[in-house]
C-alpha cells in the first residue's frame, strides 16, 4: 500500500531548497507545525533521516540527495496534471538562471517570447555569474541555467545555445582606437579590467587573450559588465566584453569597439540542464524558442 503523499514530498522537495522547515512551509503555503509534521511522517514511513542539521540549516545528507531528484520530478509531473484542468493549459511556471551577461541582455526577450506564447506564465530569473549558475543546476533550485563559461561537470547535460561576438572596448580619444593603433603589444601593454574570478567572460576572456597576446596587465577586476563599462568610460583602463552588452554605449558614443582583425573573440553560450531533471511541457517550449528542442503541438 502507497503511504506517501504529494504533499509529504513537496514539504521534503521546498525543505531541500529553502534550508528550513519553516521557509518551506512559508513558501508552500502551510504552517511550520503542519510541514514539520508532514516531513516527520515522510522520514518515519522511510524509515531513515533525509537532512542533516548543520547549523541553523538543513542539509540534505545521503539518502536524502538520492531521493531529491525523483522527488522534484514527481511535484512537478504533479503540477502539470493540475494545470490539465485549472486555467490555461499552456501556462508555465519556470525558474531560470543566468549568467551576467545572458540574464541582462539576452533573455528578458526571450522570457517575454514565451509569455506572449503562453499566457499567464510565471517566470523567475536569477542572474549570477557562471559558477553561482552551475550550483543552482545542481542543487534543483533552477530548472534551466544559461551560462558564457564551459561547464564539464558528469551530472549537468551542456547543450551549445548561440555564439556570441566579443570585443576589446576603451573610451573616445583613447590611441587604442584610433585606425591601426591596437598593436599587440600595446593591447599588452593597456591598463585591464576584468570580471571577477568565477564569471564565464572572465574565464573565456582569459584564454583568448592570453592565447593571442600573452600576459595581460590586469589592474582592476568588478563584479558585473555595467561596472565595468563605467570604469572603461572613466579612463581607468580597457576591457573585452560581449557586443552585446556594448551596443548601446558605442551608439551613444560613451565607448569605442576597438578595431582587432588580428584577434578571434567569438564564444559559445551554452544551455544548462540537470541530467536527472524532468522536462516540463514549459522546459522543452523555452528550449524550442532558444532553437535546441523541436516545438510541442
Given at each position: 500500500?502507497?503511504?506517501?503523499?504529494?504533499?509529504?514530498?513537496?514539504?521534503?522537495?521546498?525543505?531541500?531548497?529553502?534550508?528550513?522547515?519553516?521557509?518551506?512551509?512559508?513558501?508552500?503555503?502551510?504552517?511550520?507545525?503542519?510541514?514539520s509534521m508532514a516531513l516527520g511522517d515522510f522520514e518515519r514511513q522511510l524509515g531513515t533521516r533525509l537532512f542533516?542539521?548543520?547549523?541553523?540549516?538543513?542539509?540534505?545528507?545521503?539518502?536524502?540527495?538520492?531521493?531529491?531528484?525523483?522527488?522534484?520530478?514527481?511535484?512537478?509531473?504533479?503540477?502539470?496534471?493540475e494545470q490539465l484542468f485549472h486555467g490555461n493549459l499552456r501556462a508555465t511556471n519556470l525558474r531560470l538562471g543566468a549568467s551576467s551577461t545572458i540574464g541582462n541582455y539576452l533573455?528578458?526577450?526571450?522570457?517575454?517570447q514565451l509569455q506572449e506564447e503562453r499566457?499567464?506564465?510565471?517566470?523567475?530569473?536569477d542572474v549570477g555569474n557562471?559558477?553561482?549558475?552551475?550550483?543552482?543546476?545542481?542543487?534543483?533550485?533552477?530548472?534551466?541555467?544559461?551560462?558564457?563559461?564551459?561547464?564539464?561537470?558528469?551530472d549537468i547535460?551542456?547543450?551549445?545555445?548561440?555564439?556570441?561576438q566579443l570585443a576589446i572596448c576603451t573610451r573616445p580619444g583613447d590611441p587604442l582606437a584610433q585606425p591601426g593603433g591596437a598593436s599587440i603589444e600595446a593591447l599588452r601593454q593597456a591598463a585591464w579590467i576584468l570580471r571577477e574570478r568565477?564569471?564565464?567572460?572572465?574565464?573565456?576572456?582569459?584564454?583568448?587573450?592570453?592565447?593571442?597576446?600573452?600576459?595581460?596587465r590586469l589592474t582592476m577586476e568588478l563584479g558585473g559588465t555595467e561596472a565595468i563599462k563605467r570604469a572603461v568610460e572613466a579612463g581607468i583602463g580597457i576591457s573585452c566584453l560581449s557586443l552585446v552588452a556594448l551596443?548601446?554605449?558605442?551608439?551613444?558614443?560613451?565607448?569605442?569597439?576597438?578595431?582587432?582583425?588580428?584577434?578571434?573573440?567569438?564564444?559559445?553560450?551554452?544551455?544548462?540542464?540537470?541530467?536527472?531533471?524532468?522536462?516540463?511541457?514549459?522546459i522543452e517550449a523555452l528550449l524550442a524558442l532558444c532553437g535546441t528542442a523541436p516545438a510541442r503541438p
Open positions: 500500500m502507497l503511504h506517501t503523499t504529494l504533499r509529504q514530498l513537496e514539504v521534503f522537495v521546498a525543505t531541500a531548497q529553502k534550508g528550513s522547515v519553516t521557509q518551506a512551509a512559508a513558501a508552500i503555503g502551510m504552517t511550520q507545525s503542519a510541514a542533516d542539521r548543520v547549523g541553523k540549516r538543513l542539509v540534505l545528507n545521503e539518502d536524502g540527495r538520492v531521493l531529491y531528484a525523483k522527488a522534484v520530478e514527481m511535484v512537478e509531473r504533479a503540477q502539470e496534471m533573455l528578458p526577450r526571450l522570457i517575454g499566457p499567464g506564465s510565471q517566470i523567475r530569473l557562471t559558477q553561482q549558475v552551475i550550483n543552482s543546476v545542481l542543487n534543483f533550485e533552477i530548472d534551466v541555467g544559461f551560462v558564457e563559461g564551459p561547464c564539464m561537470h558528469a547535460e551542456t547543450i551549445v545555445w548561440r555564439e556570441d568565477g564569471s564565464g567572460t572572465r574565464e573565456v576572456v582569459e584564454q583568448l587573450l592570453t592565447g593571442q597576446l600573452g600576459d595581460i551596443a548601446g554605449a558605442i551608439e551613444r558614443g560613451n565607448l569605442v569597439a576597438v578595431d582587432t582583425p588580428f584577434l578571434k573573440l567569438t564564444r559559445s553560450l551554452h544551455i544548462l540542464l540537470h541530467k536527472q531533471k524532468y522536462r516540463t511541457d514549459g
